[in-house]
């Protein structure tokens, strides 16, 4: 039973404008969550994170959503850019070391 | 220093030999992990060690051994592999911070080791 899923294994966004990328979790006792951007032949990299007494985080050009009641997750980055191209995993930390993975979603920005 | 390091990059392994990846990190992180992760999966949580000590073992088979030397160091060995095995076997660290909502435990990855197991 997948306990986070991404349900867009792929989106492609023109440069510059804006990509959203989507996540929703089943347990309701999750309280921390984040994303993590990973490039081929690299492991994954933080990217930013929100806990559950927040709906809104933001940093620079990444902005994460939280909508508790629906159990939904998204990533905004605006504008996009190609650099930006990469596999997005959203993370739900259940605390005790264990963080879930979603499956990711692969980001293509066209130049 | 903000760097995970693995070593090595590739390894190709018979079924009969015996390996082991390497993982180093000085940030002073006091929690240490190692992830599967097959094409197109996310990473699998294998073993989870905090303060030197082995926290979380996720049922993982006994070809796979961990091991945490100091606070910096952690090993992870390999002995009858399978070729389903063949992965790419990610370390990660953690501060371990206990309050969530003051920053959470953000983990730091190593670029992986792509083991193939023949």
């Known amino acids: 039973d997948q306990q986070v899923k991404q349900n867009s294994p792929s989106l492609s966004v023109q440069e510059g404008r804006i990509s959203i990328l989507n996540c929703d979790y089943t347990?309701?006792?999750?309280?921390?969550f984040l994303w993590y951007k990973k490039y081929p032949a690299e492991g994954p990299t933080f990217l930013i994170s929100i806990s559950s007494i927040k709906d809104k985080n933001e940093d620079g050009r990444f902005t994460v959503f939280l909508n508790k009641s629906a159990k939904h997750l998204s990533l905004h980055i605006v504008p996009s850019q190609p650099g930006d191209s990469a596999v997005y995993f959203c993370a739900l930390d259940t605390g005790g070391f264990k963080t879930i993975f979603g499956a990711g979603t692969r980001l293509f920005v066209k130049a | 220093d903000t760097e995970v390091t693995q070593t090595p990059k590739h390894l190709v392994m018979g079924m009969t030999n015996k390996k082991s990846l390497k993982c180093e990190q000085h940030?002073?992180?006091?929690?240490m992990y190692w992830y599967k992760q097959k094409a197109k999966k996310p990473p699998e949580l294998m073993f989870v060690y905090s303060y030197e000590k082995l926290s979380i073992n996720e049922s993982v088979p006994s070809r796979f051994s961990p091991e945490c030397p100091n606070s910096s160091l952690l090993n992870l060995h390999l002995h009858a592999l399978q070729p389903e095995d063949s992965a790419l076997y990610l370390c990660?660290?953690?501060?371990?911070?206990?309050?969530?909502?003051?920053?959470?435990?953000?983990?730091?990855f190593g670029p992986g080791t792509r083991l193939t197991v023949l």
């Open positions: 940030m002073g992180h006091r929690a």
């Open positions: 990660a660290s953690s501060p371990f911070q206990g309050d969530k909502h003051f920053g959470g435990d953000t983990q730091y």
């Open positions: 347990n309701s006792m999750f309280d921390y």
